[in-house]
T-cell receptor, first 110, second 110 residues
Framework: RKEVEQDPGPFNVPEGATVAFNCTYS??????FFWYRQDCRKEPKLLMS?????NEDGRFTAQLNRASQYISLLIRDSKLSDSATYLC???????????WGAGTKLIIKP | NAGVTQTPKFQVLKTGQSMTLQCAQD?????MYWYRQDPGMGLRLIYY???????DKGEVPNGYNVSRLNKREFSLRLESAAPSQTSVYFC?????????FGDGTRLSIL
């Protein structure tokens, strides 16, 4: 089993719709969680951190479920510019390594 | 602000050739990382350096060496390039925050 797993997609979603995807992690000692987005042939860029109580940044909402060991990302009122691959990242603060999911590809269609 | 700078951006090598990928950051971060990214595989850690003067193996270190030249610079060397090392290579840096990435180096081994 991979340490961090994501549905590779692609998720094909009409513009304006709401879309959500999850990321599961295997190590219960995981401490920090992040969502990154990566555009085609570009570097990953931080989208948002994920806090225990859940957090929102505009149209984006991230949540953490420690009991079931997953994080989620919800995008409301999706835009064409949201088309990208979304990567989840998990850290064990006892070391310096970050564990990356393989990403979920999202395609927003007009 | 430059952030994380990688050179070169593109390179084509013949099997058996050697080369060094350069990475420099100007954010005074302690930790630096080298990843490779292949289609459908996500980011895989090659080596990382938690602080100046230290380096550690990541998930896929075979065929690579690294040097943490100073706090700013972390280079990745391929001593004898193989076609399996064809990939996109990302350098990243971090302190007590999520990682910041360079633009990537697209490396092809023929």
């Amino acid at each position: 089993r991979k340490e961090v797993e994501q549905d590779p997609g692609p998720f094909n979603v009409p513009e304006g719709a709401t879309v959500a995807f999850n990321c599961t992690y295997s190590n219960s000692a995981s401490q920090s969680f992040f969502w990154y987005r990566q555009d085609c042939r570009k570097e990953p860029k931080l989208l948002m951190s994920v806090y225990s109580s859940g957090n929102e940044d505009g149209r984006f909402t991230a949540q953490l479920n420690r009991a079931s060991q997953y994080i989620s990302l919800l995008i409301r009122d999706s835009k064409l510019s949201d088309s990208a691959t979304y990567l989840c990242v998990v850290t064990l603060d006892s070391n310096y390594q970050l564990i990356w999911g393989a990403g979920t590809k999202l395609i927003i269609k007009p | 602000n430059a952030g994380v700078t990688q050179t070169p951006k593109f390179q084509v090598l013949k099997t058996g050739q050697s080369m060094t990928l350069q990475c420099a950051q100007d954010m005074n971060h302690n930790s630096m990382y080298w990843y490779r990214q292949d289609p459908g595989m996500g980011l895989r850690l090659i080596y990382y350096s938690a602080s100046e003067g230290t380096t550690d193996k990541g998930e896929v270190p075979n065929g690579y060496n690294v040097s943490r030249l100073n706090k700013r610079e972390f280079s990745l060397r391929l001593e004898s390039a193989a076609p399996s090392q064809t990939s996109v290579y990302f350098c990243a840096s971090r302190d007590n925050q999520p990682q910041h990435f360079g633009d990537g180096t697209r490396l092809s081994i023929l």
